[in-house]
């Protein structure tokens, strides 16, 4: 089993930032943030593989926010810059062991965190 667990969240200005860490259990080939609001549909935002060190994100992110890991710790950061508005959401954290979805950014993976709420107030 691998467990997750997202911190971070909280509610901002627009145009501040903020981190989001996710710490698992246990060593993950791929992590990835999702984010989903109310009355909308699960969206990725970024997700990483750790073999290779490939790194996505979703077109609506890029240039703002910023996926990293430490594999050491088997964590998963997002730095979040710039934050809007509509970025306000309640991000989950998810993560497989050894298969990665063909897709980084479908909502295709194995294990997921309980999430963390950002409110980005304008």
């Known amino acids: 089993q691998l467990q997750l667990v997202e911190s971070g969240g909280g509610s901002v200005q627009a145009g501040g930032s903020l981190r989001l860490s996710c710490e698992a259990s246990r060593y993950t080939a791929c992590m990835g943030w999702f984010r989903q609001a109310p009355g909308k549909e699960r969206e990725g935002v970024a997700a990483s593989f750790t073999r290779g060190g490939s790194t996505f994100y979703a077109d609506s992110v890029k240039g703002r926010f910023t996926i990293s890991k430490d594999n050491a710790k088997n964590t998963l950061f997002l730095q979040m810059n710039s934050l809007k508005p509509e970025d306000s959401a309640m991000y989950y954290c998810?993560?497989?062991?050894?298969?990665?979805?063909?897709?980084?950014?479908?909502?295709?993976?194995?294990?997921w965190g309980q999430g963390t709420q950002v409110t980005v107030s304008s």
């Open positions: 998810a993560a497989d062991r050894a298969y990665c979805p063909a897709h980084p950014l479908d909502p295709d993976y194995g294990y």
